[in-house]
């Protein structure tokens, strides 16, 4: 069966189903021009990092070599001319229509709100929230790439937002051996036992505890979209192995 048959019998099952729940990775949003971390295109295979993205991303890196962090967080993790793709906007269609429930992702890109969705759960946080670990002031975007609203440190410091209390401005965004927002974490853990259809795309499920949500649904169908093969394959009732843009343009 080819992508198109099958993105028809997604169709279906949308269809069919009284509402359904979208769980998506950095896969969708590979088609705004945005790279994921895992495919071979993806961030973790830029051999010119001399230190992993890993360990950059990391709470400890942050709070040791922030200059560092920040330097690679602006240059890497920040995409200001990203529009959203056709998934995007298919499943904002979705919501409007009242079948797409909610949008769980582990992206930090803003874009499902860029095109339209509402009830969108961030378990990764946003780019777009910004705080001084200080005194806690929020702060946008802008701040952090341009100092704009704040300022940005010189000599030692240079390139890092600093609040006017003198605080750096770190990004709301889930560092690794940093926790989830448990709220967040629980309101994704209740919609994905209560679906009936729970559909995941542009994930490699590898990122915990993220893809031990899955684990939760109890509804009559998965579907996984996913260019490359996870861990998860064998739990899927429709295996879609493609590309998201391919699937969601044929659901609107
Ligand atoms: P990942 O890089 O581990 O996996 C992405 C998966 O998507 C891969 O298996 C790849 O084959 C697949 N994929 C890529 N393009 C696709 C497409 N067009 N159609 C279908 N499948 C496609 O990403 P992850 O599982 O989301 O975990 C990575 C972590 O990286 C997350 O925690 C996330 O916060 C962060 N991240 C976010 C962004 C973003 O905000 N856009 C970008 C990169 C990484």
Redesign the pocket.
Known sequence: MDIKEKALQLKELIDEAESFVFFG???V???SG??????SE??YNDKKEAIPPERILSHTYFKMHPKEFFAFYKSKMVYTQAKPSVTHQALAKLEQEGKCKAVIT????GLHQMAGSKNVLEL?GSIYRNYCIKCGRPYGLETVMTGEGAKLGEGRFEGIPVCNCGGIIKPDVVLYEESLDSSVLQESVSLIANTPLLII???????YP?AGLLQHFKGSHLVL????S?PFDNNADLLIK????QVFEQLT
């Open positions: 990775g950095a896969g949003s590979t088609e945005i790279p994921d971390f895992r495919s993806g961030l582990q992206n930090i890109d990764h795309g542009g994930t490699s499920l590898n990122v993220a979209i996913n260019k490359e996870t493609g590309a998201l843009g």
